[in-house]
């Protein structure tokens, strides 16, 4: 077929016009080319999997946030959840671990994420707080615990960690692996009973109450996956700077909830998927590249990248604005 | 089951003298009258700042302006620098300072209604913007000075020991009181709040109520900024970042819900005074700031169980 007729494009505009997300692939394509044309080594194997590592954490992150918001909520307390475990787990490896005291502190940690997402979770869905207060209010909870068990940055992982982040596994980077494994999760997750449930949940809390889906259950099951998900963030960022840092999510919080929205994922809820957060959180970072790459004088760099950032944000909406005034 | 329903304004102001008088029995010399006024000063410009917050929240649609904490930074810097330490340039400054204010809470209200773009998202952006404006503006020096007339108004006290800042809160009370109770806008917010279409077929014109809305948000915080700034005497790059979660958390706390239709700018007072009487008290106590941390998150957490809670799925 040489010619597409003429309703089929229509039809294709109109698909490619509905998926917010299919916008987020084009802005991560125009990231890419512009980041390639001012940065030529940008395709080296070396370099690539430098930028993966350091996307990583917020990539787990908005992972996370993901889930909470496809469920009708929204998480404020990730931050905090990241910074306590960093700590928690560079406290509990002490100097000089073990194999297995490492892996110990690892569980540790992603058990104390846990714990914070059920905290979240049965306020939010139990006793029916309100998410955006309830997670605000328990992110002083979270940091708060995060300063008592460690004051001040300090603590050193064991090289064989920091060897571990770094590493190629099957010749490609093991942070690729990661990132593959949690698309892979998603996708399995989604294809579940589970998965149709979370969409339920957030798009019609009513009517999937009314229809005998747990609503309560699954929102609470939101929570305790961001609140694992921020853990392996934690559990990335040890592995990465090589300390323990109290503060160290405190910026994260915000940073993932635009990633998510970037990714196409509306905070209505009940819509939305990771892949297209994970992309968000490639573009967030390819447009400091791109800045910091153009030679953009300093005290401009935070206006320039926000204004892209905003433009990314409101580009579907002003799609949605052109369509309407066409129709 | 019958509950004893007591309005959330009530129930804010009475943990409000209840925190008060607990400070004073666990560590005397906390309750006394100088302290006292120190409190409601500092509660004064949260005060100010959540009067925006109130106003878009009550609007529903998932109304929220994070763009506070940068616009009260950016509305002190200008009129420190506009000012420049002169009486006769204060009111100048401040006028633009309201402007720009305005302005950005206009854009925020534009993106909303014109784009659709949720509420979060949109202040959010913006929020990142102007901190970026403020970099280009001032390009890292801080020049300026703050006009003595400030300090006067603001800070010193006019009579037993009540500083100025005070009378333009109880002021932007009564204001806030007519223009929530008693105009046409008021009557229109609430009503958008409470049901966006039926508002729309009432013949509310609901973008040009919203965009007013964020557009008084932003002036407010511009305002918070200019009171803030007569208090400090001196301006940082974040100013104004720790008052963008309080005054949400002073507006739910005051009882107004976040799903919007319902609330006053009373509940918000009573609630920015418990919230700042709840970290002067952990300040006074000494604590460290870890506990501080966490005493006043779960205390934040308890006052949501009072009357921040959503409807039940089963009626």
């Not at chain 1, 090289?159 to 998603?186: F, H």
């Not at chain 1, 992309?279 to 401009?300: E, K």
């Not at chain 2, 603001?154 to 500083?163: D, G, N, Q, V």
Request: with cysteine; aromatic share 6%; charged share 5%.
């Amino acid at each position: 077929m040489i010619r597409i007729p003429i309703a089929n494009t229509i039809q294709l505009q109109r698909i490619a016009l509905r998926q917010s997300y299919l916008f987020a692939l084009l802005l991560l394509i125009i990231a890419v080319a512009v980041n390639a044309a001012l940065q030529p080594d940008f395709f080296r194997p070396g370099v690539l999997s430098d930028n993966l590592q350091s996307f990583l954490p917020l990539m787990l992150l908005a992972a996370g946030q993901t889930i909470v918001i496809i469920g009708g909520g929204v998480d404020l307390s990730v931050g905090a959840i990241v910074s306590l475990v960093d700590v928690v787990v560079v406290r509990a490896m002490g100097n000089s671990p073990s194999a297995s005291q490492v892996l110990l502190a690892i569980a540790l940690g992603l058990a104390s994420g846990v714990l914070a997402g059920v905290v979240n979770g049965i306020c939010v869905a139990y006793l029916r707080f309100q998410p955006i207060v309830t997670t605000f209010a328990s992110s002083f909870v979270f940091s708060g615990t995060a300063l008592l068990v460690m004051s001040s940055p300090g603590g050193n992982v064991p090289p064989s960690l920091v060897d571990a982040y770094q590493a190629n596994l099957l010749g490609l980077p093991v942070v690729l692996w990661v990132i593959a494994a949690v698309l892979v999760l998603w996708n399995f997750l989604r294809s579940t009973r589970y998965g149709r449930y979370l969409y339920a949940v957030g798009g019609q809390s009513m009517s999937a109450y009314v229809t005998g889906v747990p609503v309560s259950l699954v929102r609470l099951s939101t929570y305790m996956l961001s609140g694992l998900m921020a853990a392996l963030t934690a559990v990335a960022l040890v592995m990465s700077t090589n300390t323990g840092d109290p503060l160290i999510g405190a910026p994260m919080t915000l940073e993932s909830i635009v990633a998510v929205v970037l990714g196409g994922t509306r905070l209505r809820g009940g819509q939305g998927g990771v892949a297209g957060s994970l992309i968000g959180v490639i573009i967030l970072s390819l447009i400091l590249n791109i800045i910091s790459f153009a030679n953009v004088p300093t005290w401009w760099q935070t206006l320039v990248n926000a204004l892209i950032v905003l433009l990314a944000l409101t580009g579907p909406g002003i799609v949605a604005l052109v369509r309407r005034k066409l129709s | 089951m019958k509950r004893l329903k007591l309005s959330p304004v009530v129930i804010a102001l009475l943990l409000a003298i209840g925190l008060f008088v607990l400070g004073g029995l666990v560590h005397p010399g906390f309750a006394n009258y100088s302290l006292a006024i120190n409190i409601l000063r500092l509660a004064a410009f949260l005060g100010v700042v959540a009067a925006g917050q109130t106003l878009v929240i009550i609007g529903g649609g998932e109304g929220i302006d994070l763009s506070v904490g940068s616009v009260i930074t950016l509305g002190a810097i200008l009129v420190y620098q506009i000012a420049n330490g002169s009486d006769q340039m204060v009111l100048p400054a401040l006028l633009v300072a309201l402007a720009v204010g305005a302005g950005i809470g206009a854009i925020n209200g534009l993106g909303i209604t014109l784009l659709r773009i949720p509420p979060l998202v949109m202040t959010l952006g913006m929020a990142g913007v102007v901190q970026g404006l403020i970099l280009v503006v001032t390009q890292g020096k801080l020049t300026g000075a703050t006009a003595p007339i400030m300090v006067t108004l603001i800070t010193s006290p006019l009579a037993f020991e009540i500083p100025g800042v005070l009378l333009v809160w109880l002021l932007l009370g009564f204001v806030m009181w007519v223009l929530l109770e008693r105009t046409v806008y008021g009557k229109q917010l609430f009503a958008i709040g409470v049901n966006r279409t039926t508002a729309k077929l009432s013949g509310v014109r609901v973008p040009a109520v919203l965009v007013l809305t964020y557009a008084l948000s932003g002036l407010l915080a511009a305002l918070g900024g200019f009171v803030l700034l007569g208090y400090t005497q001196r301006v940082f790059l974040n100013l104004g970042a720790d008052y963008t979660l309080p005054s949400v958390a002073a507006v739910v706390v005051g009882g107004t819900i976040l799903a919007g239709g319902q609330g006053s700018y009373f509940g918000t007072m009573a609630g920015a005074l418990v919230l700042t009487l709840l970290s002067s008290l952990l300040t006074t106590l000494l604590l460290p700031e870890s506990v501080r941390q966490i005493v006043f998150g779960a205390t934040l957490l308890l006052l949501l169980s009072a009357y921040g809670r959503q409807q039940r799925l089963r009626n």
